[in-house]
Structures are given as C-alpha cells and as structure tokens.
C-alpha cells in the first residue's frame, strides 16, 4: 500500500469508564455508566439508577488501568502507537459535578497519565465526555435536561483546558453525540445526556431540546479552549452508520437521504454553526419547542470545530417498501425500513462489515464541510482464544482492520481527503459499550478477565499486535 502523509496519527482509542476502573477510587463519585448491569447480545443492560449490592457493574474495575497504566502504556509505546485516544471521566474531576472546586487527586491522576504518555513519545488525543456524566447531574438535574448542566460543562471543559493545556492539543467535547437520535433504546439518551424520557413525553423532542443544551454547551466549549491555548485543535465526535438505499428506486434513494439527515443534524451544527434548514423544518412540523436564549446563535456561530471526529464501524440499508418493528435493535438504528445488505457479511454481534463504507463516509464527510477528518473508532469485537503457550491468533481482526485501512489510503492518496488519523477502537480490550461484556473484545492487547469479572487482569499480546507495530512502523506501507 502507498504510504499515508507525514505525521498520521496512528493510534488507539479508549474511554475512561470501559477500561479506567477505580470507579470510586481517588475521590471519584459514579457516573452514569457505574449504574449499567452487563448485559449480552441482544439483552439490554440494566440501569438501576443507584448502586445495588447484588447487581453486578462491570465498569467498576473494568481492566484497572487506574492502577496499571504504566505497565499498559508501556505496552502501547512497544505497538508503536503515536497517539492515544482516551477520555477524561468528568466524575473524577468533579465527583457530584456541580462543586465549585474541581477534585485535586482526578486532576493528578490524569497529570500522571499524560506525563506518561508523552513520556513515550505519545500524543493524547482527549474526549471531555464519553458517557462519564456524574450520576447526581442525571438525578438532581435531568442531566442536558437542564441547561444548568451545560454550564458545569463548560466549567469541567475550563477546567481541563487550563490545567493540561501544554499537554493535550488534540480534544473533543461530546462521544458519539448522535447516538442519541435512537430514542427507541433507552440507553442512549442516558450515556449521552444522563436523560430518562417519562410517560407521555414525546422521546425526539425531549432529544432535540436536550441536544439543544449540548450542542451550546460544545460551542461554548471550543470557543473557552481556544481562548485558552490558540494552539488548540478541538473537534467534535459522532457515531457514523451511513445508510445505503437497498436499490435504484428512486424512493429507496429518496428515504435514504432523508434518513441520513439523522446522522448529519449534530455535525451539521457543530460544524457549520447553526441548525440545518431539514431540522428546522421537521421543528416547525412536529410543533417542537426548542430551548433557545437569546444568544445561543451566536454561541453555535462562534464555536465551531477544528476538525470532525467519527467512529465507523458498520453501514445499513433502507428498503422504502418496508416496515418492521426495529425498536430496541440497535444494529439498525432502530430504522423502520432497515434491512440486511445482500452484499455485506456481519460479526458474530451482528455488525456489518463494510470496509468500502469507510471510503464512502470520509468522501461524504469532506464534500460536505470541507475540514479535517478524524477516525478515531474502527474496530472488530469478537471472542478470542487465548492458547496454552499464551498466543492469541486473531487473522479475522487483522483482516478487518487490514481492508479499512486500504480503504480509507484511497480516500486519503486517490480522493484526497485531509484525514488526520487513524485509532482502532479497543486497542486493550475493555468492557464493551452496549452490552456490558469483555467477552467482545476488540484489543489488539488481550486481558485475561470474563464477562463476570473473574481472571487475573494479565495482558497478553495477540498476532494483531505485532502486525499493527508494522503498520505504524512503514507509516501503513507493510499492510
Ligand atoms: C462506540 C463507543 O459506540 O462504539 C464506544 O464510542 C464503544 O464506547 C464502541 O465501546 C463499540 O461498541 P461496543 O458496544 O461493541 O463496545
């Protein structure tokens, strides 16, 4: 394969709460996510709203990278990796969220790992909220219900900014913002907003307003960054599955378009500043009242992203002649008209592998706002076997990871796409997001514990490991 340009970012990408553990450790209060049960494919967590004694909450301990990290980023300097992607659990810096005063042993904690990182001649690449909201903030609060939430993050954005301001360029402000127009699957509206929708409340409004308060409390985010260090790239992250139309028909076009708008309204905003004329109209439509101040257009104006970070891990197709009952399926993004792609196998979860996909997202994204891209998720969870000698043969990993990379070279060198990096999601393997299991595991580092926190926490490293240290090593070259 032809080289990628100078200075790619060749990474991993992690989030605090599925890989930190010490979840009350250091003055850390919970968080949303400390409430979430494991669940399996196709069984929802549960999310108990307080801490049972007899329920099982796998981000507790996690992998314990809290006590560990120099033994684990040892081992991500040993891969090669130039960044790392990982993000601040805002419920170790601000325990209930909303003190005056930030938590001091959080702040060192975070000091210690970014000195550690770049110690080894890697860049940490920083998510401000990857579904860490503190618990109180949902429970006394509504979580971006209330737009007092919003303030206090801006007030943990400040905070961040100022105190690693000469470690960390390279931020983002909200994780995957979009998963929440799924309204169907209740744990979306939860991890990213810290929002439970009541009875008789219609879910897309409540979305809408909700996002209303992040999308603001981003802007003003970005615009508080920059007056911190003008050096700063700060970047908004989403989650994108393109939708394909299932055939020519020019309805299947149509509906597909349209249905694409759900994944364009959050880059829309934080891109260009302002709300897209579609989701203007569908307001107006449905009679939704969106929580706008006098001056919120400004704020949308005046902090717009450096670049757009996304996760890409799958597409889907709509058939405009079809309606099914998708509620709760998360692969299909709960679209009534989803259905299977003829052309594209999926993982044993169900994801469909679509290296060609990637290609297609980075053309879309960069025709359409023209900055920097960044794919800061790609990824294959599947169960591996760790073997008698301590090996982990993993080709059906390699594989994947392989062809997106050849995929998203075209769309750098052919296309030309200003694309700066690369960081393949799981790098370790961590508790998963949507089920709560380690037995999906996407590392390329394997860590010896089960889906009900039994094991010795030892890491091993799989074929992956060595093949992603050449990579990186020939700048993608040697594929
Ligand atoms: C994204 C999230 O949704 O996908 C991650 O940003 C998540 O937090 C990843 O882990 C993969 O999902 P899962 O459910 O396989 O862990």
């Known amino acids: 394969m032809a080289k990628l340009p100078e200075g790619f970012l060749w990474g991993g990408a992690l989030a605090a709460h599925q890989f930190e553990g010490g979840w009350n450790a250091g003055g850390k209060g919970p968080s949303v996510v400390d409430v979430m049960t494991a669940g399996a494919h196709g069984v929802p967590r549960k999310i108990t709203q307080t801490i049972e004694a007899d329920e099982f909450y796998p981000n507790h301990e996690a992998i314990d990278f809290y006590h560990r990290y120099k033994e684990d980023i040892a081992l991500f300097a040993e891969m090669g990796l130039k960044c790392l992607r990982t993000s601040i659990g805002w419920s170790r810096i601000f325990p209930k969220g909303d003190e005056a005063e930030p938590n001091e042993a959080g702040l060192q904690f975070y000091d210690d790992v970014f000195d550690e990182l770049l110690k080894h001649g890697i860049e940490p690449v920083i998510t401000l909220s990857h579904f860490e909201m503190p618990l109180h903030l949902a429970r006394e609060y509504g979580g971006f219900r209330s737009r007092k939430v919003a303030d206090y993050f801006v007030k943990f954005a400040e905070v961040c900014f100022g105190r690693y301001?000469?470690?960390?360029?390279?931020?983002m402000t909200f994780n995957e913002i979009n998963n929440q127009m799924d309204v169907h699957n209740p744990l979306f509206l939860?991890?990213?907003?810290?929002?439970?929708?009541?009875?008789?409340?219609?879910?897309?409004?409540?979305?809408?307003?909700?996002?209303?308060?992040?999308?603001?409390?981003?802007?003003?985010?970005?615009?508080?960054?920059?007056?911190?260090?003008?050096?700063?790239?700060?970047?908004?992250?989403?989650?994108?599955?393109?939708?394909?139309?299932?055939?020519?028909?020019?309805?299947?076009?149509?509906?597909?378009?349209?249905?694409?708008?759900?994944?364009?309204?959050f880059p829309?905003?934080?891109?260009?500043?302002?709300?897209?004329?579609?989701?203007?109209?569908?307001?107006?439509?449905?009679?939704?009242?969106?929580?706008?101040?006098?001056?919120?257009?400004?704020?949308?104006r005046n902090g717009t992203v450096d670049y757009l970070g996304f996760s890409y891990y799958m597409s889907t197709t709509v058939k405009s002649d079809i309606q099914q009952d998708h509620t709760g399926d998360i692969i299909n993004g709960a679209l009534p008209?989803?259905?299977?792609n003829p052309y594209i196998k999926a993982s044993d979860w169900g994801w469909a592998i679509d290296p060609t996909g990637l290609r297609y997202t980075l053309n879309r994204f960069y025709d359409r706002y023209q900055i920097p891209l960044f794919i800061v998720e790609n990824g294959?969870?599947?169960?591996?076997?760790?073997?008698?000698?301590?090996?982990?043969?993993?080709?059906?990993?390699?594989?994947?990871l392989r062809s997106h990379i050849e995929e998203l070279e075209k769309a750098v060198n052919y296309d030309g796409v200003d694309l700066m990096g690369y960081t393949p999601w799981g790098i370790i393997d961590i508790v998963s997001f949507t089920t709560?299991?380690?037995?999906?595991?996407?590392?390329?580092?394997?860590?010896?514990r089960d889906n009900e926190g039994h094991g010795s926490m030892k890491r091993y490293k799989k074929d992956s490991f060595a093949w992603y240290h050449k990579v990186i090593e020939t700048n993608g070259e040697e594929l």
């Open 190 to 265: 939860w991890t990213n907003s810290g929002v439970t929708v009541k009875e008789g409340e219609d879910a897309k409004e409540v979305m809408y307003q909700v996002a209303h308060h992040e999308l603001v409390a981003s802007a003003l985010a970005v615009a508080k960054g920059k007056a911190i260090n003008p050096e700063f790239q700060i970047g908004a992250m989403v989650s994108h599955v393109p939708i394909y139309p299932y055939s020519c028909n020019p309805e299947d076009i149509m509906l597909a378009e349209e249905e694409m708008r759900q994944r364009y309204f």
């Open 165 to 171: 301001k000469d470690k960390v360029k390279y931020w």
């Open 380 to 400: 294959f969870g599947a169960v591996d076997t760790l073997e008698a000698d301590g090996s982990i043969h993993d080709p059906e990993r390699i594989a994947y």
């Open 436 to 448: 709560g299991e380690m037995k999906k595991r996407y590392g390329m580092i394997y860590v010896d």
């Open 337 to 340: 008209n989803g259905v299977a």
């Open 268 to 300: 829309d905003v934080h891109v260009r500043g302002y709300y897209p004329s579609y989701a203007l109209k569908e307001f107006e439509r449905k009679g939704y009242q969106i929580p706008f101040q006098e001056g919120d257009e400004e704020i949308l």
